[in-house]
T-cell receptor
Framework: AQSVTQLDSQVPVFEEAPVELRCNYS??????LFWYVQYPNQGLQLLLK??????LVKGINGFEAEFNKSQTSFHLRKPSVHISDTAEYFC???????????FGAGTILRVKS | GAGVSQSPSNKVTEKGKDVELRCDPI?????LYWYRQSLGQGLEFLIY????????KSGLPSDRFSAERTGGSVSTLTIQRTQQEDSAVYLC??????????????FGPGTRLTVL
């Protein structure tokens, strides 16, 4: 079975500071990895996804994530955050040919001015 | 419509009552998913529909939960004899292109269910 661990439930950070949201996964097979963002009172929106190829994946809004197979991690990073990045971020995993995503518990990013 | 829509946006019900939650996927999307998001927890997979295939019901937490998808489009999630632990946000998502997960899942805004 697959599982996802998001190590931080909340991450407070000042505006224009860098941020890293951590995600580790467990899977006995090859994986696809995703980061979704949920802004207050809105649905989930895909930030980025890793399917194959380059381990550094760039997404929307200046976010990027790096797939590290040896450490089974897929941490999300942004070099300079904005107030508007305040949201909850979910890491998710699936397997090729699988039909559902397994989500982590989410990390709330709070950007302060 | 432009995106996945869900109704109602909020539902408050009394313990023991039945509720129906509706999802309208993006037109042409072949696969539809239901998830549950409980307070402080991640999203929990409930059920998956792909075309005319039998749905994957492996995530349904009990036989009080059921779902159907009519005409390959609109889906209804039904919870019978609701319990307080059913209180959560129920999210629907749809995918194009045969339901392969290489395609993006588009999520609706969710239905917040509160069972008193």
């Amino acid at each position: 079975a697959q599982s996802v661990t998001q190590l931080d439930s909340q991450v407070p950070v000042f505006e224009e500071a860098p941020v890293e949201l951590r995600c580790n996964y467990s899977s006995s097979v090859s994986v696809y990895l995703f980061w979704y963002v949920q802004y207050p009172n809105q649905g989930l929106q895909l930030l980025l996804k890793y399917l194959s190829g380059s381990t550094l994946v760039k997404g929307i809004n200046g976010f990027e994530a790096e797939f590290n197979k040896s450490q089974t991690s897929f941490h999300l990073r942004k070099p300079s955050v904005h107030i508007s990045d305040t949201a909850e971020y979910f890491c998710a995993v699936s397997s090729p040919g699988g039909n559902k995503l397994v989500f982590g518990a989410g990390t709330i990013l709070r950007v302060k001015s | 419509g432009a995106g996945v829509s869900q109704s109602p946006s909020n539902k408050v019900t009394e313990k023991g009552k039945d509720v129906e939650l509706r999802c309208d996927p993006i037109s042409g999307h072949t696969a539809l998913y239901w998830y549950r998001q409980s307070l402080g927890q991640g999203l929990e997979f409930l059920i998956y529909f792909q075309g005319n295939s039998a749905p994957d019901k492996s995530g349904l937490p009990s036989d009080r939960f059921s779902a159907e998808r009519t005409g390959g489009s609109v889906s209804t999630l039904t919870i019978q004899r609701t319990q307080q632990e059913d209180s959560a946000v129920y999210l629907c998502a749809s995918i194009w292109a045969g339901g392969l997960l290489t395609d993006t899942q588009y999520f609706g805004p969710g239905t917040r269910l509160t069972v008193l």
